[in-house]
C-alpha cells in the first residue's frame, strides 16, 4: 500500500520531515519540565513552514502525546494538518494505542507502517513500545513483519525507524530505557545490507552514529531537550528541533537538524524527572 505519497521518479530527491516527542497535553495549557509542549510544537510547525522547503512526508516517531488523551492526538492532527503533507506515524513509549489509532484515524492521519518511495526506497515503521514501562521492545510479531517487509524488497534502500534507541546514547539513565532487544533487530536486518539506516525519537538530543555498520539517528524533541553524555537526568538549554532527510535515488542520504532559533522555550532547570 503506497497510497500517501505522490509519484516520485526515479532520479528524483524524497524528502522528509521528521518530528519527534511532541508530548502534547488534554489542553494548551500544560507543560512538561517547564515547558509548554502545544507551544513549542506550534512554533516548530511555523518555523518549518517558514523555511519553505519542499518535502514529501512527514514521520512522527512516537511520544505525540504525554497523558493518554484523544484530546491531546486531536491537537497534535490539527497541527500537521497546516503543513499540508501526508504524514505516517509510530508509537512511543507516552503513546496510549486505543486513543492513539481511533483519533488519528478520525483526523485523517493514516496508520501506514510500510511506505513505498519511486523505485529505490521504502520506510518501515516499527513499534517498540511495551505498554507501562520506558523501555522498549520489539515483539517477535514486529520482527516477523520487518523481516517479510525486507524480504519482499530486497532491492530497495531502506530506512527503519522506531521510537526507542537501539544502540547506547552516551547517556546511562537514557539507555536503561532503550531498545531491549538490538540483538535480535541486527538478526533480522542481517542479510539486508540495503536496510543501512535506523532513525529514531525517545532520547530528546540528537545522535548520529554508526552501530554494527549501520547508521543511527535520532532527532531532537519538539519540547524539551536531554543534554547528552551525562549520567543522571539532565535537562538541556538548546532549543525545540527538528529533522530533514533527503533520499537520493543511489541510497545515499543527506540529513540536517534544525533547531528554532531563540531561547523562547527554556525548561525548569530544578526537575529532577518526570
Not at 500544560?30 to 519542499?54: C, F, I, K, M, P
Not at 522506531?162 to 531491549?180: A, I, M
Request: hydrophobic residues 35%; aromatic residues 8%.
Amino acid at each position: 500500500m503506497n497510497s500517501l505519497v505522490p509519484e516520485i521518479a526515479d532520479n528524483q530527491c524524497i524528502r522528509l520531515l521528521q518530528l519527534t516527542d511532541m508530548h502534547l497535553f488534554k489542553t494548551q495549557q500544560e507543560s512538561l519540565l517547564g515547558v509548554n509542549t502545544w507551544q513549542s510544537y506550534q512554533a516548530v510547525l511555523n518555523a518549518v513552514l517558514a523555511e519553505r522547503r519542499d518535502f514529501d512526508l512527514v514521520l512522527a516517531t512516537g511520544d505525540l502525546a504525554q497523558d493518554h488523551s484523544p484530546e491531546a492526538y486531536r491537537t497534535f492532527a490539527t497541527g500537521i494538518r497546516q503543513l499540508d503533507r501526508p504524514c505516517v506515524w509510530l508509537p512511543g513509549n507516552h503513546d496510549f494505542q486505543p486513543a492513539m489509532v481511533n483519533m488519528l484515524a478520525d483526523e485523517g492521519v493514516c496508520e501506514q507502517k510500510s511506505v513505498l518511495l519511486g523505485e529505490n526506497w521504502q520506510l518501515l515503521l516499527l513499534d517498540s513500545q511495551v505498554h507501562g514501562v520506558p523501555h522498549g521492545l520489539l515483539s517477535d510479531y514486529q520482527l516477523q513483519w520487518l523481516q517479510d517487509a525486507l524480504a519482499r524488497h530486497p532491492h530497495r534502500h531502506t530506512i527503519v525507524f522506531l521510537h526507542h534507541h537501539p544502540t547506547p546514547s552516551g547517556c546511562s539513565w537514557l539507555d536503561t530505557h532503550s531498545l531491549r532487544n538490538p540483538h535480535q533487530l541486527a538478526e533480522v536486518l542481517q542479510p539486508y545490507p540495503l536496510a543501512k539506516t535506523l532513525v529514531c525519537g525517545h532520547i530528546h538530543q540528537e545522535m548520529d552514529t554508526v552501530w554494527l555498520g549501520r547508521r543511527v539517528l535520532s532527532t531532537p524533541s519538539t519540547c524539551v531537550q536531554f543534554r547528552p553524555q551525562c549520567s543522571g537526568f539532565t535537562i538541556d538549554n538548546v532549543s525545540p528541533g527538528w529533522r530533514w532527510l533527503e533520499l537520493g535515488p543511489n541510497g545515499e542520504i543527506h540529513t540536517e537538524v534544525r533547531r528554532l532559533p531563540d531561547t523562547q522555550f527554556q525548561p525548569d532547570f530544578h526537575s529532577e524527572g518526570y
